[in-house]
């Protein structure tokens, strides 16, 4: 089973910038979309982004669209997440997860479409 690693999380203020990283291990990495969530507290874990198997596509949330950016490396089995301009209600937990398929076959933009999580990183910005 694959096991995810995060990392990278910290605290800024508000308008700074984060970037944090994921590493996997096992094998297959390429084949399998990956995500970043992010639970606050009190609240329930929700989407931020996902990139294809490829890095042909990515998606965003709206809250995070044009602020973050997702990204990977194959080569390294990495999946990382830019976080710019950031704001307090970023503040959170963050996870790596990685899609239940491979090939894009299960969406994972969606809790029930995530086989594996990282242990979560805590991001806290300050006004």
């Known amino acids: 089973q694959v096991q995810l690693v995060e990392s990278g999380g910290g605290s800024v203020q508000a308008g700074g910038s984060l970037r944090l990283s994921c590493a996997a291990s096992?094998?297959?990495?390429?084949?399998?979309?990956m995500g970043w969530y992010r639970q606050a507290p009190g609240k329930e874990r929700e989407f931020v982004a996902r990139i294809a198997w490829n890095g042909g596509r990515t998606d965003y949330s709206d809250s995070v669209k044009g602020r973050f950016t997702i990204s990977r490396d194959n080569a390294k089995n990495t999946v990382s997440l830019q976080m710019m301009n950031l704001k307090p209600e970023d503040t959170a937990v963050y996870y790596c997860a990685q899609s239940l398929s491979t090939f894009g076959r299960v969406e994972i933009t969606t809790p029930f479409g995530v086989a594996s999580w990282g242990q979560g990183t805590q991001v806290t910005v300050s006004s």
């Open positions: 096992g094998h297959a990495f390429s084949m399998y979309g």
